[in-house]
């Protein structure tokens, strides 16, 4: 069965939209970076609707920026921004944290455990995308125990604003080993210490923000 012209057009919007969400969210894309639809298009082989779509989305996700004269680029986050959403993300991974504990089987810890790993990999070859990456995954994969996605959603738009500014970020920090307190949440899980684990999660995602805005 062939797709109708408006599925196609949605799915097309959809791997714009994706494809350049993920791109933000990892930091790929440096802060103040402007884009185009023009480009946009070309990049993802769509027509400018679909680019124009995305870009739109994103722009209401607080992703990207426009301006009055059209000029579509990532935030510059000032230093009070930064602050407010470093304190988002405390507030909303802390409780999905407490809320995940429950849930935080030996498998869950095997597998925090292994993205640890390859966060300290990645260090090593200092690589900023591939760090943000996995910390990230890192924290959706303890996450997604929580069974909150409404939450989960929020914190997910919260990295989205950060992207670029934790790219920015990390370059800055020359970083040598994975936080040390991705240890402590480990620590914490494997002994059901919900203080402990609010307390690592808390200075976990605020620690390298405070730096920035500092």
């Known amino acids: 069965m062939q797709a109708r012209p408006q599925d196609t057009a949605t799915s097309a919007h959809d791997r714009v939209y994706r494809g350049l969400r993920t791109r933000i969210m990892h930091g790929q894309i440096a802060p103040g970076e402007a884009l185009t639809l023009r480009g946009l298009g070309r990049e993802y082989e769509v027509s400018m609707t679909p680019a124009r779509e995305a870009v739109q989305r994103l722009v209401a996700e607080g992703a990207l920026q426009m301006s009055s004269s059209g000029r579509v680029s990532t935030?510059?986050?000032?230093?009070?921004?930064?602050?407010?959403?470093?304190?988002?993300?405390?507030l909303l991974?802390?409780?999905l944290a407490?809320?995940?504990l429950p849930r935080a089987h030996i498998a869950l810890i095997e597998r925090l455990q292994s993205i640890n790993s390859?966060?300290?990999?990645?260090v090593s070859n200092r690589d900023a995308v591939g760090y943000i990456r996995t910390?990230?995954?890192?924290?959706r994969t303890?996450?997604?125990?929580?069974q909150a996605p409404a939450m989960l959603a929020m914190a997910e738009t919260v990295w989205l604003q950060l992207?670029?500014?934790?790219?920015?970020?990390?370059?800055r920090l020359r970083r040598t080993e994975a936080p040390q307190y991705h240890r402590l949440i480990i620590a914490a899980l494997k002994a059901g210490d919900e203080p402990g684990l609010r307390l690592a999660v808390r200075s976990d995602v605020t620690q390298g923000l405070k730096m920035i805005a500092g």
Do not use: K, W
């Open 135 to 139: 910390n990230l995954e890192f924290h």
């Open 75 to 90: 935030p510059e986050l000032s230093n009070d921004r930064i602050e407010e959403l470093a304190a988002l993300r405390a």
């Open 163 to 171: 992207g670029p500014t934790m790219r920015a970020l990390y370059g």
């Open 118 to 122: 390859s966060i300290a990999d990645v």
């Open 98 to 100: 407490s809320r995940a």
């Open 142 to 146: 303890l996450y997604l125990r929580a």
């Open 93 to 95: 991974e802390v409780e």
